[in-house]
């Protein structure tokens, strides 16, 4: 399995608003309302794959780092 499809499965098996959640960068407060009704609208398919994109860039730039410095930065 390719790192692009783990992330691909780690992100389906996601809530959608925990998918939210991430890409916005967390939740902020007094908005609880207004962002249930949000994750009813949104087009899962459409959040899921931004997430991916956002994780695989993530990714991407990690691995550029660690090649660049011959640092690890993080375990995936």
């Known amino acids: 399995m390719t790192a692009l499809q783990k ?3 780690e992100v389906q098996a996601m809530g959608t608003g925990s998918i939210l959640r991430e890409l916005e960068g967390g ?3 007094g908005l609880c309302e207004s962002f249930d009704m949000r994750v ?3 087009d899962r398919n459409k959040v899921i794959d931004q997430l991916v994109e956002k994780r695989s860039h993530e990714l991407h730039m990690k691995t550029v ?3 660049k410095t011959g640092v690890r930065v993080w375990k995936t």
């Open 65 to 67: 780092l660690e090649l």
């Open 27 to 29: 939740m902020r407060p």
């Open 7 to 9: 992330i691909q499965k």
């Open 40 to 42: 009813a609208f949104t």
